[in-house]
């Protein structure tokens, strides 16, 4: 079945350095694709829609210039927290799918900032 | 604004229930509506998806059902298993791919 994966799992980083998480489709092309954030013990929430070749689409109250998206092709959407600070700690999941079919998530990545 | 939730936010029973997880949604123009599993610190597992002309769906031991105009859905699990301990997540797509998700249920079955 369809994979996504995503990198890293886990990272551990001083407040105010950037951190770059990935997220690929391995068997699929996947011209959208969608970056979650979840706070322990709550729900999934939407921060924004990654679209290939053009810009994202951010829900509302999320910050443009704090968690930058790129989708450099129908395989990859890079998520960067810039200038993380311990409250930008969580667990940042992608998904990915198309049409009718079941979204397909990545494994989430635990971001931790000291 | 859709709003997903979920009842109840947590259920404990002993092994061999069968159990019914609840999910209701405030817009009922939805497109598909979706089942998930997540175990702790890790990622989603998709169980079912129900189109929004479909009124169940079956896995095994999951059947989901679906009821458009009132704003719900129903998750039941036959004969409840330790290895069925997780969060259940059900999440409500429109027509722009996007899932909203409910609240979850955090479910503990043991031996």
């Known amino acids: 079945g369809a994979v996504v994966s995503q990198h890293p799992s886990w990272v551990i980083c001083k407040s105010g350095t950037s951190v770059k998480i990935e997220c690929r489709s391995l068997?699929?092309?996947?011209?959208?694709m969608f970056w979650y954030r979840q706070f322990p013990k709550q729900s999934l929430m939407l921060m924004a829609t990654?679209?290939?070749?053009?810009?994202?689409?951010?829900e509302q109250g999320v910050e443009k210039d704090k968690f930058l998206i790129n989708h450099a092709s129908l395989t990859l959407s890079t998520l960067t927290v810039t200038s993380a600070h311990p409250e930008d700690s969580s667990f940042y999941i992608c998904?990915?799918?198309?049409?009718?079919?079941?979204?397909?998530f990545g494994d989430g990545t635990r971001l931790s900032i000291l | 604004k859709q709003e997903v939730t979920q009842i109840p936010a947590a259920l404990s029973v002993p092994e061999g229930e069968n159990l019914v997880l609840n999910c209701s949604f405030t817009d009922s123009a939805i497109y598909n509506l979706q089942w998930f599993r997540q175990d702790p610190g890790k990622g989603l597992t998709s169980l079912l998806l129900i189109q929004s002309s479909q009124r169940e769906q079956t896995s095994g031991r999951l059947n989901a059902s679906l009821d458009k105009s009132s704003g719900r859905s129903t998750l039941y699990i036959a004969a409840s298993q330790p290895g069925d301990s997780a969060t259940y997540l059900c999440?409500?797509?429109?027509?722009?791919?996007?899932?909203?998700f409910g609240t979850g249920t955090r479910l503990q079955v043991f031996p």
């Open positions: 999440a409500v797509g429109g027509n722009t791919d996007k899932l909203i």
């Open positions: 068997d699929f092309q996947a011209t959208t």
């Open positions: 990654s679209n290939e070749g053009s810009k994202a689409t951010y």
């Open positions: 998904s990915a799918g198309t049409g009718n079919q079941p979204q397909h």
